[in-house]
């Protein structure tokens, strides 16, 4: 896979940004709390925003995959104030073409780099227990399940895991 490049998105890439997370909920509407609905609506300035961290005071890093300058993967590391112990993960999703390459541990592991160097000493993540590519991909990089399941939406049959990693200073 060596012409996938993982980048940071730069507000300026926004469509970019939008367009694989557009495509993310639609493709995987039961990986995500969020929905294609929801997230439709936003307003060009909406998706521009989610990208200027300085303007939001937030730590974070918004991933893309790119293969020949298309979208193929996203995902955020996000440091909620005020644990700045605890790395987040988001949004992780792989075009279904490009599945099984090492994408998804590709992101994982520039978040846990990231993560490293931001001083955490967790990363934490929620996961449908259905979704067995994801639990499997989250389990062997080393992730074990922490805390009680939650409902994925407020009434949705699907639960959700919370699972998290410690960190050390061994990349
Ligand atoms: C889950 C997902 C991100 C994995 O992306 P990917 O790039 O295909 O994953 P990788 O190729 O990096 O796989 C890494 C490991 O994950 C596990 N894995 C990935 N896909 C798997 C599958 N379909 N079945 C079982 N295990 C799988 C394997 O352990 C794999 O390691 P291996 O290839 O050495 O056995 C991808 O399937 C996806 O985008 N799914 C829809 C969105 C989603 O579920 N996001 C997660 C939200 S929490």
Known sequence: ??????????PDEWELYK??????LKESPDSFGS????EAVLSDAEWRSRLDLKFRDIDAL?????????PVGIAWGFIHKPN???????QMWVSPELRGKGIAKSLLLKIKT???????????????????AAVNLYRKFGFIAAG????LRTGS?????????????VV
Do not use: F
């Not at 896979?1 to 730069?10: G, P």
């Not at 929905?35 to 929801?38: A, C, E, L, R, S």
């Not at 918004?62 to 293969?67: D, G, H, N, T, V």
């Not at 049959?157 to 200073?169: A, C, G, K, R």
């Open 1 to 10: 896979m060596n012409e996938v490049e993982i980048k940071i998105l730069t």
């Open 19 to 24: 367009l694989a997370r557009l495509n993310s």
């Open 35 to 38: 929905t294609y609905d929801q």
């Open 62 to 70: 918004p991933l893309i995959a790119e293969l020949k300058g298309q």
């Open 84 to 90: 700045l112990q605890v790395a987040h993960i988001y």
């Open 114 to 132: 990231w993560a490293l160097g931001r001083g955490c000493s967790l990363m934490a993540l929620g996961v449908t227990t259905s979704n067995e």
């Open 148 to 151: 009680q399941l939650e409902e």
């Open 157 to 169: 049959p699907l639960v959700v895991q919370p699972m998290t990693i410690e960190l050390n200073s």
